[in-house]
């Protein structure tokens, strides 16, 4: 059984920066493209980064220059190192295993998804 497990959300004030957590369990961690999402109040889920199996990461519009996302085989953990954040920002992130390769992955193509971590910032 696939299980994605999140942390390290809170409350931040804009300019902050937040550092998420997602440790994996029941897959081989290392071939999976991994990656991040996120959906506001009223917004359907939107693409964050992904990082490939070779660690070839991409990056949403909204957040490239200011989110970096990683991976670590050895602890089957990625991380998504969130600065300048944005009040806009706000938002609940969850983390994404299976991904396809593609710029712009949909949420409906993900394999396994977390329960999420609630991300605030304050203006």
């Known amino acids: 059984q696939v299980q994605l497990g999140e942390s390290g959300g809170g409350l931040v004030q804009a300019g902050g920066s937040l550092r998420l957590s997602c440790a994996a369990s029941?897959?081989?961690?290392?071939?999976?493209?991994m990656g991040w999402f996120r959906q506001a109040p009223g917004k359907e889920r939107e693409f964050v980064a992904a990082?490939?199996?070779?660690?070839?990461?991409n990056y949403g519009n909204s957040v490239r220059g200011r989110f970096t996302i990683s991976r670590d085989n050895a602890k089957n953990t990625v991380f998504l190192q969130m600065d300048s954040l944005k009040p806009e920002d706000t938002a609940v992130y969850y983390c994404?295993?299976?991904?396809?390769?593609?710029?712009?992955?949909?949420?409906?193509?993900?394999?396994?998804w977390g329960q999420g971590t609630q991300v605030t910032v304050s203006s």
């Open positions: 990082i490939s199996t070779d660690g070839m990461a």
């Open positions: 994404a295993a299976g991904l396809p390769y593609v710029a712009n992955p949909l949420p409906r193509n993900v394999g396994y």
């Open positions: 029941g897959l081989t961690f290392s071939a999976y493209r």
